[in-house]
């Protein structure tokens, strides 16, 4: 963290104000060229034989250097500093979506390309669900959005990594850390409809009137107490869509039988269920489709007269300023007392 974070602002809500600095700059011209009639300003107390030369003359300054510093603190925190803008839409439909990213072992096969490299499932599906993340942006400059999106991870178990948030900076956060441990016994199964059941549970709790689950797998359910196409029926009864994703490249026929096979049928059953669609992607580019044209199927009309919800940051700038005003008095008084 850097010493200066605490003074970042997105934004101010009086900038007018700022045209006192033009006061404060005026005003510490008129102390450095000022000399008033009759009064000799020395160094008191023992360090008057020490003031010789220019850099000793210089500092004589500093009781006005620092009293303008601190005048221009203090009036940025009259202009209200706010940090953290968040858009909250009020009287708009907004959207609640949890990613669900299967984490089981076979996700570590680098059977997908990137610019002639052969990369993990596991890799281009974060690549990809960051894209999702950044398109759901006003501006991709933006921390928060306008929908609450969550991150769910499931193997053998489901869990959920990052609750449901407009903080998409948190998301990706959240996002950039996911990794499998295969000697982790948790990553050797494949649980999708207990991750469909706990997505339902906790969409469930939400106010908002469209929620959405996007469901992304390698593979088959082989584990876990709740059937998928249950799990489906649970979150049709709640109205909630499940958008399914096959990712992996085409089925290989080996001595071995098949490989890493995906369940089509019942990834298709679930989401016809819902009222989603299901997406199979082979390569990079089919899997960003799959989640641009979700994004499509699922944006928020947002009416543009905005409210923002903010966290006030002037307290730093009135700490600072008040700081400097007492240093700027106590060096006057210590070292550079005018005397008659």
Do not use: C
């Not at 500093?81 to 839409?89: C, D, N, T, Y």
């Not at 390309?113 to 400059?141: C, M, P, Q």
Request: aromatic share 8%; glycine share 6%; hydrophobic share 40%.
């Amino acid at each position: 963290m850097s010493i200066l974070e605490p003074l970042y602002f997105n934004t101010l809500k009086h900038p007018q104000v700022l045209l006192l600095l033009i006061g404060v700059a005026l005003l510490f011209v008129a102390e450095l060229t000022a000399r008033p009639s009759g009064v000799l300003s020395i160094s008191t107390g023992e360090t008057l034989h020490q003031i010789r030369g220019r850099s000793k003359s210089l500092l004589r300054h500093l009781p006005a250097v620092l009293r303008a510093f601190a005048l221009a603190f203090l009036v940025v925190a009259l202009a209200r500093p706010l940090s953290g803008m968040r858009p909250r839409v009020e009287n708009a439909e907004v959207r609640d979506i949890l990613l669900a990213v299967d984490v089981s072992g076979s996700m570590t096969s680098a059977d997908f390309l990137e610019n002639g490299k052969r990369r993990d499932r596991l890799y281009v599906t974060k690549a990809a669900v960051r894209h999702f993340i950044d398109n759901r942006k006003a501006k991709s400059t933006d921390r928060y959005g306008t929908d609450r999106v969550g991150l769910l991870l499931y193997a053998s178990y489901a869990w959920i990594q990052t609750p449901l948030t407009l903080d998409y900076g948190l998301l990706e956060y959240d996002l950039d850390r996911v990794y499998i441990d295969q000697r982790d016994d948790k990553h050797n199964r494949t649980a999708i409809g207990d991750a469909i059941g706990l997505a339902v549970f906790n969409l469930n709790k939400s106010p908002a009137e469209s929620k959405v689950i996007i469901l992304l797998t390698d593979g088959i359910n082989n584990y876990g107490s709740l059937d998928p196409i249950t799990a489906a029926e649970i979150a049709k009864r709640y109205n909630m869509r499940v958008y399914t994703i096959g990712a992996g490249s085409p089925v290989r026929r080996s001595a071995l039988g098949r490989d890493n096979p995906i369940d089509e049928d019942a990834m298709k059953r679930i989401a016809s269920t819902t009222g989603g669609k299901y997406y199979r992607a082979t390569d990079l580019q089919s899997l960003r489709e799959a989640y641009d044209e979700i994004n499509q199927l699922e944006t928020t009309e947002i009416d543009l007269g905005k409210v923002y919800d903010y966290d006030e940051a002037f307290v730093p700038y009135a700490i600072v300023g008040t700081a400097a005003m007492l240093i700027s008095v106590f060096t006057r008084r210590r070292w550079f007392e005018a005397i008659p």
